[in-house]
């Protein structure tokens, strides 16, 4: 049996879209040969549809797509992901199912046992979770069908008190397909592969895993769809953040040369890894949602610089538009910086001072603002005054505002609500500001794309004279540090000091994640290539008392 | 056996307040001679305490302060909600768990089965749902705790595929306890009577259920705790949006004097309620995130109005600034209309005119704007600098700004991201405009608050020269009617149409939700008072084609 592997760009909702892309792989795997080919979890629909899935007559086109694309299962067969619907049993109304389509119809549902709920998960708010499985008897093979999670509970703290793979065993299955929606993050690569190896290995079946790929809004999706034989060795691994078709004859996986797992794969190293997703990520969102221009603020500083590198690579210098904002506190090599990157892209950019319109703000403020001392409220207004320009030049013209805000200074909230974190999408919120300079100096590994003195002088707001954001916050490698182990790594303030951070900092950079949990309640969808994003898959109460978080007492349990 | 309910207004991880009110609860409970006193659902924490229960650290301060009020337990037993740990067994590492104190120490521990994941729930995400449950005997009665959910499955076509009542009448129990955070909305309480009084009924038990009470940032709690006798009867509920504790003679509940279940609490209509829930939010937001002032922008227009007339009522008029912000646009009646009320109100305003501040924006973007025709890019300056300068004294003074959007307008995206959508809390972003009009009306029910010239004029944005709402909308009784069937009642597009609405105009409103996604993933939170609340509870992709929900084809499912 020759099994095909599509790793498609689906979109949510776009059914025309995904039939088409659906249909076109049937065909070219046909021509290759195969006998069966493999579409990513949800395929007909996307993923994550969220609550459309609500909707009875987007349930209804998701049943029919799956419909259509069984009419052209001849001579081939297909699994596709879609709802099914739960009729009769008590539960929730909907499955996420696998279809098995052939000889022009549905042939055998499988619904998916194992619902993740958690980070960016929220699958049992729509489905109901199955509790018995079937395998399948095709091409001369006993198909044991999976379901994205349904394999990922075999670690030593199971997260689901059942185990469907152990409970498919049972029915002697000869190979094991799993269709599904994995999404990136910048160390989930290996962690996937392991996964799929160890089942591999345990159930000794070979395993053909299908992937989605592309941007959904915040969740990138990085394909690495892959084949693993019955010792667990991976045979092979599609590319990452592409489309691709692969068949594989299932006797020749077995005798097959297996390929190491890499630690990053691509060979190149997480900041080049985290580029690439965020590169498909901005094309994506920009194509799915119809719009083809681009709009950003440039400072001279690194942030705003890679996110317009960045852009466009994704989207092309053509479609990509730098505005300078000088201000009342910027650096003469603010701008200079800005006009040496512009040209460098070769991207057309502007220059409007925010000078005028911020000197009319105080001067309409200047009666109740007499006898205060200037401070936040002042610095604000510039940041603010530039966000009404950029939006204005956006809602003209069409273009998409980039937020250039990175990951550690939304984490503290280092950062003016309507101000900088103004933007229809954020290109760095999940990126900490030392792997920013990480990508802008790949960026500028054949050329200096980005001005060394962007690199090398202290980031700063320029929002007061001689303002450095090391007057507020520590200083950069300390700060991401204390924040990758809250943050990413889930460890709680005492561990983190204990590991010989400073307490007092430890405490205050805690409170002002805390203090600004308000702020990022109204972020822009966050390109998510972390654990754990601070955007999609992080829900904090907002009027929250975070003491027992912020400030570690040792001895408060007694318990446990 | 004489039963207390504990009706309380919790903080989410405010462990000091919280114990503190439950001792002080439980010393009231004793002097008037309970035996046992019900605390609602997760009360040790608040709720919902969202991510935070993912820290390890909050966990053990829940486990110890349930250890901390058991100590307190002698003479009267307690049942308390936190998380428990669920050791040794597959599956999610807490329960969502009524502790039965007494004896100063923890008796028994009754895990949730029930775990709601749909709307603004999403307890799957950190709880593992019990499969087995018992029941307990404490003085001379044979308890059947339950928590919340666990008593909502017993309509026609069940959520859950296991009934915990149903599992536990085997062990014959005499009295059935329900601990709850129960949030409020318009129709809410009505349901919430009838699921218990039919729970009553079907178990033949008498019934008591504590429920949450009080603003927690978006979400509402209105108490509304209750009684049931074995049959069905209720024999008292305790009042909304304040915190209450009675004490009830089991034996007397079954010869008590029933109460009809209303079919709008208070008995004072639709808007009275959402009044009363909206003032409670306001009054919760800003005491737990301990922020005392509010300013508001005023407009003159309807929806400004009862945000700053709600916001007095809610925080005294020493608290509340309002700020005129007149433009280039604003008509004469819109300043002195706002002149009117503020002074009706007694409160603190200023007026600080934008006109100097767009004409220098305007200016800026002359050589962009020159050949264009002014359109939204303009209309949207004046919104975003009325922002810019409530922002300012936001900042300068420390006051929050509450966002006037009303939930038609925000539904279609009638608003401006950055402009008038901006704010610490949405006061009316869950009202339809029309029960704005109804809540102005109860505000002016004893002396004009309102001027009625707000009340009576066209509502208008006021950002170009003649601008009505309805030159863009439909008339909002109309709007009103389609969304309400849309949102709140999840109806589809062609059984709208069906019921009689124009087919293009329910398209094109259609259309306009989906097209406004995007701004509202950056809405402040708000208040929820309905069933389908546009903040919490509401996940939309942004960029997903949307033709399915929005075009409707008749004939487009085969299937189903």
């Not at 909702?13 to 990513?40: C, E, T, Y």
């Not at 962007?454 to 303002?467: D, H, N, V, W, Y």
């Amino acid at each position: 049996m020759r099994i095909a592997l599509a790793q498609l760009n689906l979109h949510v909702g776009n059914f025309d879209h995904n039939i088409q892309l659906m249909l076109d792989a049937l065909s070219r795997a046909k021509r290759a040969g195969a006998d069966l080919v493999l579409f990513p979890e949800l395929s007909v629909c996307g993923y994550p549809a969220r609550d459309l899935l609500l909707s009875e007559s987007f349930v209804n086109r998701c049943l029919h797509t799956v419909e259509q694309i069984a009419g052209h299962c001849n001579g081939i067969a297909a699994v596709v992901g879609g709802p099914a619907r739960n009729t009769g049993k008590p539960g929730k109304k909907l499955y996420n199912s696998a279809f098995l389509l052939f000889d022009g119809k549905v042939q055998f549902v499988y619904n998916k046992g194992l619902l993740p709920t958690y980070d960016v998960f929220n699958e049992y708010r729509y489905f109901e979770p199955a509790t018995s499985f079937q395998t399948f008897d095709f091409g001369g093979q006993r198909l044991a069908l999976t379901v994205c999670e349904d394999i990922w509970n075999i670690g030593e703290h199971p997260m689901y008190p059942i185990n469907p793979p152990d409970m498919l065993q049972s029915h002697k299955p000869t190979v094991m397909l799993n269709i599904s929606a994995s999404p990136f993050a910048w160390n989930h690569y290996t962690e996937r592969m392991r996964i799929l190896s160890a089942t591999a290995r345990k159930y000794r079946l070979p395993l053909f895993s299908a992937n989605l790929v592309g941007g959904q809004t915040d969740l990138l999706f990085d394909g690495g769809s892959a084949v693993f034989n019955s010792r667990g060795e991976m045979i092979d691994s599609l590319p990452q953040f592409t489309e691709d078709l692969c068949v594989y004859d299932l006797q020749e996986v077995e005798t097959a040369t297996a390929q190491p797992i890499p630690s990053i794969p691509g060979g190149t190293g997480k900041c080049a890894l985290i580029r690439d997703a965020i590169v498909m990520g901005i094309r994506d969102y920009f194509r799915k949602t119809g719009i083809k221009k681009a709009i950003v603020g440039l400072s001279g500083g690194v942030d705003s610089a890679v996110t317009v590198a960045l852009a466009v690579e994704a989207l092309g210098k053509e479609n990509v538009w730098a505005v300078l904002l000088p201000g009342p506190h910027s650096s003469d090599h603010s701008v200079t910086d800005a006009v040496f990157l512009a040209e460098r892209l070769g991207i057309r950019y502007d220059t409007i001072s925010i000078n005028d319109t911020v000197v009319s703000m105080e001067k309409s403020l200047q009666q109740h603002f007499k006898d205060t001392e200037s401070g936040i409220a002042e610095e604000n207004l510039q940041a603010r005054a530039r966000a009404v320009i950029l939006m204005a030049l956006s809602n003209k013209f069409g273009h998409m505002l980039l937020n250039t805000s990175n990951k550690s200074e939304a984490a503290v909230g280092y950062s003016t609500l309507y101000g900088d974190m103004c933007g229809g999408l954020s290109v760095l919120g999940d990126v900490y500001k030392s792997d920013v300079y990480g990508i802008a100096r790949l960026i500028n590994k054949e050329r200096e794309v980005i001005p060394e003195s962007t690199m090398t002088k202290p980031p700063s707001a320029e929002l007061k004279p001689g303002q450095k954001d090391s007057d507020t916050l520590p200083e950069y490698e300390i700060l991401d540090a204390v924040l990758y182990r809250f943050l990413d790594e889930q460890k709680d303030a005492e561990t983190i000091i204990g590991e010989g951070f400073d307490r007092a900092m430890v405490v205050k950079t805690l409170k002002m994640i805390s203090g600004s949990e308000y702020k990022r309640y109204q972020t822009p969808p966050i390109l998510r290539i972390s654990p754990k994003c601070l955007g999609v898959g992080r829900e904090m109460p907002l009027d929250a008392d975070y003491k027992t978080i912020c400030e570690p007492v040792k001895t408060v349990s007694r318990t446990n």
